[in-house]
C-alpha cells in the first residue's frame, strides 16, 4: 500500500509516502485535540489585531488621511486575515481528515457520527465569508 499524497500543510506543499502506518483512535484523538488547539489560538491574535484596528480608525483623526498610515493598516488587515484563515482552514482540514481515520467503533458512536457528518465545508466557507466581511468594512471605512 504504498501510495504518495500531496498535502497543503501550513501553505507548504510536501509529499507524503504512505507506509501502512496504522494508528490507534487514542493516537488520532490527541492528534485532533491538538489541531483544535491551533485552531482556538489563532482566535485571540485575530481578535485583537482587528480591535486595534477598529480603535485606530475610530480615534485616528487626521493621521488616517496619511496614504503611508493607510497601506499600512490595509496591508495588516488584509495580510493578517489571510494568514489567520489559512491557518484555521488548515486545522480544519486536519481535524476531518482525523475523523476520517477513525475506527469504525468510534464512527459509529454518537459523537463519532456527529464529527463524520459535521459540514466542514459549509464552516470553511463561512469563516472565509465572515473574515472577508470583516476586512471589507474595514476597507470602507479607511478609505
Known amino acids: 500500500m504504498n501510495q504518495t499524497h500531496t498535502v497543503l500543510s501550513h ?12 494508528l490507534n483512535d487514542e493516537q488520532i484523538m490527541r492528534m485532533m ?3 483544535a ?3 482556538r489560538s489563532i482566535i485571540l491574535p485575530f ?3 482587528h480591535a486595534a484596528i477598529l480603535i485606530i480608525l475610530g480615534f485616528g ?5 496619511n496614504s503611508g498610515v493607510q497601506l499600512a493598516i490595509a496591508a495588516m488587515a488584509v495580510l493578517g486575515s489571510l494568514w489567520c484563515v489559512a491557518w484555521l482552514d488548515d486545522s480544519i482540514q486536519d481535524l476531518v481528515a482525523g475523523g476520517k481515520d477513525l475506527s469504525d467503533d468510534f464512527k459509529n458512536s454518537y459523537m463519532g457520527q456527529r464529527l463524520v457528518n459535521a459540514p466542514m465545508g459549509a464552516v470553511r466557507a463561512l469563516n472565509v465569508t465572515i473574515v472577508g466581511l470583516i ?9
Open 135 to 143: 476586512v471589507a468594512a474595514e476597507m470602507i471605512a479607511l478609505y
Open 33 to 35: 485535540e491538538i489541531r
Open 47 to 49: 481578535t485583537l489585531s
Open 37 to 39: 488547539s491551533d485552531a
Open 61 to 65: 483623526g487626521d493621521g488616517l488621511d
Open 11 to 22: 501553505l507548504i506543499f510536501e509529499q507524503i509516502q504512505s507506509k501502512g502506518i496504522t
